[in-house]
């Protein structure tokens, strides 16, 4: 059978840049096994396949997998959905939601022009703090950096997820996150796949003015060596923020960028409210580009 689908670039306007995403519009009857398949065929960070809604107020149910494993939530996924099928719709401004493995997703989507747009959607799950780590220096030694890398603004290494685990970690600048690789030897120790398989590096020196953080993600227990942006990492950033960034009750907005390392930078919009001291509701946003449609026999 020939399926129907399209990769977008997301959270950046100009393709070739941002990450890349594939969305298979027509998913009906593929099992799970053929759903990873494909994702490795395509061998993208993520491959979205669309699927009836079980409830009739949502648009469409979506699966998302890497190329090693399915995921119940992910961020570059639900934008560049939102953004494909707003476009579909041939709607200028929508709201739409997206059922996913976490449960639904609202996301409110605007169309720029025939191939662009822009989606943010809000924070499925409220973020919460994941394990305390005990060791730091295995943190840093799988990363081939130094205990003295690490540390941004107050800043630990801590776990939090809003559907994925993430592990953040905060070093000193630009130099540190550069520096960084996966040592394989170490990797387990640091980040051991059953508990905190997603690393995410940090720091307040920003390439580009106007941005709040640099980021640079690591996850290959996910088939992912390094990912462009990471949205549900973004996601979980919003909890890690209102506990230790000494945030005011109100409204408040960070600029994230991310991919510059691969040469494909990537922009992410976090939206965050406090109320009486604790967070209240957060969103994630960003824009995405069409760059390629066909059909794929599956």
Request: aromatic residues 6%; negative net charge; glycine residues 10%.
């Amino acid at each position: 059978m020939q399926r129907r689908f399209v990769t977008l670039d997301v959270f950046t306007s100009r393709r070739l840049t941002g990450n890349p995403l594939a969305v298979v519009l027509d998913s009906d009857g593929l099992d799970t096994a053929a759903m990873q398949a494909i994702a490795r065929e395509f061998n993208l960070p993520e491959t979205v396949f669309v699927l009836p809604p079980s409830d009739a107020g949502a648009r469409a149910r979506l699966r998302i997998f890497t190329p090693g494993r399915e995921l119940a939530f992910a961020g570059h996924p639900t934008v560049g959905a939102a953004v494909l099928l707003g476009a579909l719709e041939g709607d200028g401004a929508s709201e739409l939601t997206l059922e996913e493995n976490v449960g639904p997703v609202r996301c409110a989507v605007e169309r720029i022009d025939a191939d662009r747009g822009r989606a943010r959607f809000d924070v499925p799950q409220q973020p919460q703090a994941g394990e305390e780590i005990e060791d730091a220096a295995e943190i840093a030694a799988a990363l081939c950096l130094t205990l003295d890398d690490l540390g941004c603004d107050g800043f630990v290494p801590a776990t939090w997820s809003a559907g994925n685990p993430v592990t953040f970690v905060p070093v000193r600048g630009l130099d540190a996150v550069k520096r960084a690789r996966v040592d394989s030897a170490r990797w387990e120790d640091g980040f051991p796949a059953n508990a905190r398989p997603i690393a995410y590096l940090f720091c307040r020196e920003t390439v580009d003015a106007g941005h709040d953080f640099h980021a640079r993600m690591f996850a290959p227990a996910f088939g992912i060596p390094e990912d462009p942006a990471t949205g549900s990492a973004a996601a979980a950033f919003a909890g890690m923020l209102a506990r230790d960034a000494n945030l005011t009750d109100g409204a408040h907005r960070f600029v994230i960028e991310q991919g510059y390392e691969m040469g494909r930078p990537s922009i992410m919009h976090l939206g965050l409210t406090m109320r009486s001291g604790v967070l209240h509701a957060a969103s994630v946003g960003g824009e995405a580009v069409r760059v390629l449609q066909g059909t794929i026999a599956a």
